[in-house]
C-alpha cells in the first residue's frame, strides 16, 4: 500500500503539481492533502480523481471570516474507506486539523490520520495548543486496536516536545528514522530567509507496520516536499 502527503500549497505551483499526481497515480493507494484551500486546487482534484473512482473525505477549519484550510484524502475505491472522526472542532482555535480514515485492504484494516497543524506562531515551536494538538492525536491512536499511520504538515519544529509525544507513546518517527534531511525545499526558505525551517511534515506510525519504503521527493511542486510511504502489512497489497 502506497500513501503520498504532501501540503499542496493552494496549488500554487499547479501545472507543476498535476504533473506530478499523474505521475504517481497508478501506483498509489491514498492521498493526503493539506491545504486544499483556493478554487484552481480544487479544479485540478476534480480533473485527476474522479467521484467513482475515489473516495474523497475531508474537513473544513475558518482561520477567520476570510480564510480556510482544507484537509482531502483521496482513496481508491477498490479498498473499503470510511471517515471515523476529526479529533479537532471549528471552535478550537488554537489547534489545526486531523481527519481520520479507516481503510480496509483485503482482510486488514487501519487508521489512517491526515494532519494540518495550526501554523502560527512561525517559529513552529511549541505552545499550549501544539502540545494539546500533538497529545489529542497521540491519545486517539493510544486507543486503537488496529494500525495507525499519522502524516500530513504539523507546522512543527523537530525538536519540538509536540513532536516527542508520539515518539514518547511509542509510534515511529519515520523523518527522523530514516534521517530525512528536510521536508521544505527552496521556495520555502527564500520565502523566509530569517527562518529557514527545514521540517514541518512528519509520518508517525505504529510498530506493527512492515515498511516497504519512506522517502520525501525533492522537487517544487509546492513549498513543502511530497512525503511517500510503502507499507506492507497482512493483508495489504505492496506496491
Known sequence: ????????????????????IQAHLATTDVFCFQEVNTQAIENLL??????QDYCRMEA????????KFDLVTLVRNNHRAVLADELFTANEHDVGQALVSSITIGSSTLQLVNVHGIAGPGSKLDTAGRLRQSQRIVDFASAQTTPVIIMGDFNLDISTESVALFTKSGLRNLVRDYEIPATRNRISWEAYPESPQRYADYTFISKNIKIRDFHVVENEVSDHLPVVLSIDVDGFHPW
Open 1 to 20: 500500500m502506497k500513501i503520498i502527503s504532501l501540503n499542496t500549497w493552494g496549488g500554487a505551483r499547479e501545472n507543476e503539481l498535476r504533473t506530478f
Open 46 to 51: 476534480g480533473d485527476i480523481f474522479p467521484e
Open 60 to 67: 473544513h477549519k475558518y482561520i477567520n471570516e476570510h480564510e
